[in-house]
């Protein structure tokens, strides 16, 4: 008979649960791809993806309806990766960010990075799914987070910015600047690319990122 | 005037692929952009290379897919989570994976301990409108809405340390207003404050910090707006949370925290004294 008061209570907070499963449940395969991804280690990506619903369960009452949940919720995994085990990780064994905010103000491109040419055997390199996960993988962090939420999750860049709490601008020149090294890699991954700017891309590998 | 013929800017030729020309670029710049892009092969094919690129990235990230458990585990996990708030367990003891039978065999033995705790009173005797599993229940749902806001990531719904702020914002929101005190501590700061619902009535949830503990205050209607003249007070201690609040005919408060209870009993106090219309004349 005591126990009335808690199961009327338990009841009540039901439908609110089964809401917020509604809206998280099916972005479940892309929160873990995503968490992979970045943890680049499934059983973390599963604790990581498990924490992120709990945690966006219990503030779930702070998302304000109608506003983008994918966006909130990426947001909550992006946090939870960073204070992870593999997030710190990360962070400490290369300064990305310090790496990163040098070029950032840079709003003109080196022209060369943007390969006018369009050599045959860089289309032929994006055929190849197993180069590109290579290429993808040697991103540093804040870049393949970025590619990851504009080309695989198809996010905005107005989202993107929220999720990682940067400017548009931002986000656009680490769109820019991820692209550019996924075309690299692509061809420095090709042995027999012997054009001039291959060369170039050559001297300038693409920055190493070790978990 | 004349168009130089300049090639696409690589962040132009970014927003094209993302479909993003709206974000950062004028009416101008996209005119001249695609009358170049007219005219002009190697910008057609650096934005089809960046569009393929972007389509292949695409495909490629989609590499991991979550094992086929994953989904059921998480379901019930959130299921649990829901109902272990309810049984005000701290986060840090929650369980990761399913223990349904000693989660519910502990809120059990937690609710034998926790129901005298709640009766604890100051004032007059208890009376049959206020029994003591209502106590109870409400001292869990503050407690759990204090630690759902401290879990949030997100800010109050209003931010502010000024008094003047706060409390007309929450005009219109809610059916009765109430006194913010003016004279705290120097230690004891504002946050800002939420509007929220306790047992399914609205109520103003204000946000302080006593030192660094964060406290919550929830205020609400009475549920008796007449009858009794005296207030009542009562305070619980629960999960490592103080609870400790009053009750005057038109208001009830509930504040809950980390903090030493001496200190926040102190603080509902000082809250208490503004209620009366004697003591804060209206401004």
Redesign the interface.
Known sequence: M?????KR??R???P??SV??EF??PL??AL??VA??LSRN?SD??DL??ET???A???F??FELGTNFKAWIF??LR?TYLTSRSGLAARRTVALEAELAEGEGL???P?A??????PEV??LR??D?AA??AA?EALAPPLLEV??L???E?L???EIASVLDIP??TV??R??RA??A??ASLQAATPQATTPLAAMLKAQPPREFRA | MSQPPS?L???L???LA?G?LL??FSADQLDAASQHLAACP??T??A???A???S????????????PD??E???H???Q???T???HTL?NQ?P?RGFSLPVWAM??AL?LVA?PAGLIERGTQRTAQRPA??T??LA??VIDQH??TL????PPQVVSTDRHTVKPWFQGKLPFSFNLPSDLPADITLDGANL?YLD?RPAAQLLYSIGKHRVSVFLRQGATPSGRSASTHFSAERSGFHVAGFTTPDLEAVAVSDVEPARLTDFTTRLELVQTPAANPPQ
């Open positions: 005591t126990l009335l008061p808690w209570a338990a009540e907070t039901a609110q649960a917020f499963e998280a449940l479940l395969p873990y791809n992979v991804w499934p990506a599963e993806v498990q619903c709990l945690k369960l219990r503030g009452s702070s947001r909550i946090n709003t003109v491109y022209e990075a943007i390969d006018r040419q369009t860089n289309l994006l055929s799914r590109l996960q993808m590619i990851l504009c080309d695989v198809e905005k860049y107005k548009i601008g656009m020149s769109i820019a692209r550019a996924l075309r | 090639h800017s690589p962040a030729l970014t927003a993302d993003e974000s950062g190697a910008c094919s650096s089809l290379a960046e393929l690129l972007k292949a990235t695409a495909k490629a990230g989609q590499r991991y897919s979550p094992p994953l989904r585990r998480l379901a996990l959130l299921a989570e829901s109902a708030t309810t049984l986060p929650r990761t809120a059990a609710l129901l599993a209502r109870a229940a869990t749902e630690i759902a879990a949030a990531n997100s929220t399914n």
